[in-house]
Nanobody, 126 residues
């Protein structure tokens, strides 16, 4: 059974930083065959794309709203993907989800991903 477990969420003041992590287990294929991504969902809103990283970590793609502030990375030896979030704003408040799909491309839509974590809450106070 596939499990994606997020950690690192919490409460932070505007301008602060947080680092999220998502560790995967039970994937059918080797972890380095999966593209990984982060999405977020604010209360009462749809789940939105945040960032994605290619299977080998060689390429990443970001939503315009987080470009220059967030950095996605991965450690394939640890089956873990990270999201470093700097210069946080109150509008970044949401539940953050990691997602996985077996592909060598770099998708950025919710329907492209097969596996999802349970989410971790990030709250940014003003």
């Amino acid at each position: 059974q596939v499990h994606l477990v997020e950690s690192g969420g919490g409460l932070v003041q505007a301008g602060g930083s947080l680092r999220l992590a998502c560790t995967s287990s039970g994937l059918t294929f080797a972890y380095n065959m999966y593209a990984m991504a982060w999405f977020r969902q604010a209360s009462g809103k749809e789940r939105d794309f945040v960032a994605a990283i290619r299977w080998n970590g060689g390429d990443a793609f970001y939503a315009d709203s987080v470009k220059g502030r967030f950095t996605i990375s991965r450690d394939n030896a640890k089956n873990t993907v990270y999201l470093q979030m700097d210069s946080l704003k109150p509008e970044d408040t949401a539940v953050y989800y990691c997602a996985a799909v077996r592909t060598f491309s770099l998708p950025a839509t919710t329907r492209a991903f097969d596996y999802w974590g349970q989410g971790t809450q990030v709250t940014v106070s003003s």
